[in-house]
Structures are given as structure tokens and as C-alpha cells.
């Protein structure tokens, strides 16, 4: 059974860079047809697609956070990660991260993680 | 960005209804449509992937469908586990994008 597992810190100062590994299970990172994402949620509200990476480590971001999201990929440690940079306030939120199956009659996300929460405060 | 519009926001029901809840995208996304169940404190589980198909376990009292611009999950015979919330998300493109969320409560 994959499971995947987030870690990282609870809690960020303002302007600071948030990071969150996510670390899979039960399966290799390295397969085909097969992207490995991050969604976050705000407390009490819906979801925000963040960044899908393919374990080469090729990645394709939500334009609304482009210009301060990196991703990486540690196949030999079954790892990918996330980094976003210049948090505020409104990067508070959970964040998952989940195996994205990439389908012909489209994308989706079939396996999640617990989720990790995040809050940016001083 | 495409937009989705979830409705009703929220739903009260009783165990053995039949709900309808719709998702309207801001432009056509074919049938590139899912549909996730989030249960408080859980993350999201995926209900049905495009354009129809169930997820393993998913019990066959789920259902969607849709194609263009409109989609409906309807749940039958509703059951206490089938208190959640529910949200769609399009893959026709990126930004993926998920609708704000249908609750539903008894």
C-alpha cells in the first residue's frame, strides 16, 4: 500500500522560506505515469493546487506562486520537496502531498498524505 | 484560470436521500473532471476520476457525470459515512483547480 508522509516545521516567520518533504512508501517515486504533487488548504477553506514534479525532476507550478516555489526530487531517498519562499500570513494552511496519475482522459490525485500544517506568524 | 462553482455550498440530507451536487466550470473542460470526498481532519479522497470512473472501494452508490461545462456527482441512499465534504477539481489544464466545496450534513 503507497503511503506517502509530509514533514517539516509547524511554523515559519514572515518573509522566511517554508520547506516540507514528502516522503513515500510502498512504492518507488521512480515510475512512469506518475507525477508527485503538493496541494495546500487554508484553515476552513478549499483547495489550492501548489506544484506537480516527475521524478526527473521536471515540474510544472501554479502560476500564482511560480516565482516562489522550487521543487526537488531525492529518488534514492524516495523524497520529493517543496520550498516557498517570502512567506505571508496567507501561506498558512495544510499542506498535502500527493501521487498524481498522470491518465489520458485526464490527471488526477489518487493517494494523499495526512497533510502538515503550516502557520506563518511571528 | 478555470474557475468551478460548486452547488449548493451546503446541504442538509438524511440517511437514504439521494443528493445531486453540481460543478460548473468557466469554460469547457470536456470531461476532464474529479471529484474528491474530504471528512474533517482527513485529507482528500478521490471519489471518481474522469470521466466516470470509481476509485477502488468507492461504493456504487456514487455517481457522476457531465461533460462541457456542467457536472453532477449524485449520491443514492445516502449512509452517515457519506457526511463530508465534497469538491470537484478540472485536469483540462494547468492551474488544476478545485471548486470551493459542497458540505454536506445530516
Known amino acids: 500500500q503507497l503511503q506517502l508522509q509530509e514533514s517539516g516545521p509547524g511554523l515559519v516567520k514572515p518573509s522566511e522560506t517554508l520547506s516540507l518533504t514528502c516522503t513515500v512508501s510502498?512504492?518507488?517515486?521512480?515510475?512512469?505515469?506518475?507525477?508527485w504533487g503538493w496541494i495546500r488548504q487554508p484553515p476552513g477553506k478549499g483547495l489550492e493546487w501548489i506544484e506537480s514534479?516527475?521524478?526527473?525532476?521536471?515540474?510544472y507550478h501554479n502560476p500564482s506562486l511560480q516565482s516562489r516555489v522550487t521543487v526537488s526530487v531525492d529518488v534514492s531517498k524516495n523524497q520529493f520537496s517543496l520550498t516557498l519562499s517570502s512567506v505571508t500570513a496567507a501561506d498558512t494552511a495544510m499542506y498535502y502531498c500527493?501521487?498524481?496519475?498522470?491518465?489520458?482522459?485526464?490527471?488526477?490525485?489518487?493517494?494523499w498524505g495526512q497533510g502538515t500544517l503550516v502557520t506563518v506568524s511571528s | 484560470d478555470i474557475q468551478l462553482t460548486q452547488s449548493p455550498s451546503s446541504l442538509s440530507a438524511s440517511v437514504g436521500d439521494r443528493v445531486t451536487i453540481t460543478c460548473r466550470a468557466s469554460?469547457?473542460?470536456?470531461?476532464?473532471l474529479n471529484w474528491y470526498q474530504q471528512k474533517p481532519g482527513e485529507a482528500p479522497k478521490l471519489l471518481i476520476s474522469?470521466?466516470?470512473s470509481f476509485q477502488s472501494g468507492v461504493p456504487s452508490r456514487f455517481s457522476g457525470s457531465g461533460s462541457g461545462t456542467d457536472f453532477t456527482l449524485t449520491i443514492n441512499n445516502l449512509q452517515p459515512e457519506d457526511f463530508a465534504t465534497y469538491y470537484c477539481?478540472?485536469?483540462?489544464?494547468?492551474?488544476?483547480?478545485f471548486g470551493q466545496g459542497t458540505k454536506l450534513d445530516i
Open positions: 510502498g512504492g518507488s517515486i521512480r515510475r512512469s505515469n506518475y507525477y
Open positions: 474522469a470521466p466516470s
Open positions: 469554460q469547457g473542460i470536456s470531461t476532464y
Open positions: 514534479v516527475y521524478y526527473t525532476g521536471s515540474a
Open positions: 500527493a501521487r498524481q496519475v498522470a491518465a489520458a482522459k485526464g490527471d488526477y490525485f489518487d493517494y
Open positions: 477539481q478540472q485536469c483540462y489544464t494547468t492551474p488544476y483547480t
